[in-house]
Structures are given as structure tokens and as C-alpha cells.
């Protein structure tokens, strides 16, 4: 279980160290404000990258614009979905691919924000 430096050990160590080049999320809630600095930081370790987030728990979608701003910033290497189901979906799931075949994953209870991966806004694991 990892409980220190989720924000490392979880989106972005497979990408800069084991050189996974696509990230898959379900988070019950994202930020783009987090979504902006991970996509930077990904950013700066020169790799391909792509990441693709669901979110699945109905909200205001105060971020809509945000995330539609990255899209057209980042391109390809951002795809942004909201889940519309009949029932919301809750997860918090990382899976990392290289080369389109599953390479590494994480589950646990941080959301995709500065909330879930920083321990001095909320203790999460994975």
C-alpha cells in the first residue's frame, strides 16, 4: 500500500522511469487545475505521452471550459470524458499501458486533485 507520494509513485514514475506512455483514469472527481500541472509535468520528461480521464460522479462541471482548454492545448495527449450512466461511479483507478498493453495499475481513494494526491490536503492510498 502506498500511503507517501502518491502524486510521484502513481502518475508520474511509470511514465519517467518505467516509460509507460499511456494513462488510463476513473476518478469519481477531477480538477483541471491538477489535471494542468500533471499534463506540465509529464510534459517535461521529453516521452509521448497520453492520458485519458472518466469522470464518473455527476457535478457542476465547474472545470468544463478548463478541460476543454487543455484538450485543444495538449491535443491528442489529453482526452477528457464524463460518465453519464444511470448510476455514478465512484472509482479511483490508474492504469498505466506502454505500447497499448497494460503495464501497471493503482487503486485506492484518491481522486484525481490536489485533495487525493497530497498529503497536506488529505491522507489517500493506493
Known amino acids: 500500500m502506498?500511503?507517501?507520494?502518491?502524486?510521484?509513485e502513481v502518475l508520474i514514475n511509470p511514465l519517467s522511469a518505467e516509460h509507460s506512455n499511456e494513462l488510463y483514469i476513473v476518478s469519481g472527481y477531477a480538477s483541471a487545475t491538477f489535471l494542468r500541472r500533471h499534463l506540465h509535468n509529464l510534459t517535461s520528461y521529453g516521452y509521448d505521452f497520453k492520458v485519458?480521464?472518466?469522470i464518473g460522479m455527476?457535478?457542476?462541471?465547474n472545470d468544463h471550459e478548463a478541460f476543454l482548454?487543455?484538450?485543444e492545448e495538449f491535443g491528442d495527449a489529453f482526452n477528457g470524458y464524463y460518465f453519464n450512466g444511470k448510476v455514478p461511479v465512484h472509482s479511483k483507478v490508474y492504469s498505466w499501458y506502454l505500447n497499448?498493453?497494460?503495464h501497471i495499475g493503482f487503486s485506492g481513494s484518491a481522486n484525481y486533485s490536489q485533495f487525493g494526491f497530497f498529503t497536506d490536503k488529505q491522507l489517500n492510498q493506493m
Not at 502506498?2 to 510521484?8: G, R, V
Not at 455527476?58 to 462541471?61: E, G, Q, T
Open 58 to 61: 455527476p457535478s457542476k462541471k
Open 52 to 54: 485519458n480521464l472518466i
Open 2 to 8: 502506498i500511503i507517501d507520494n502518491l502524486y510521484n
Open 100 to 102: 497499448d498493453e497494460p
Open 69 to 71: 482548454q487543455l484538450h
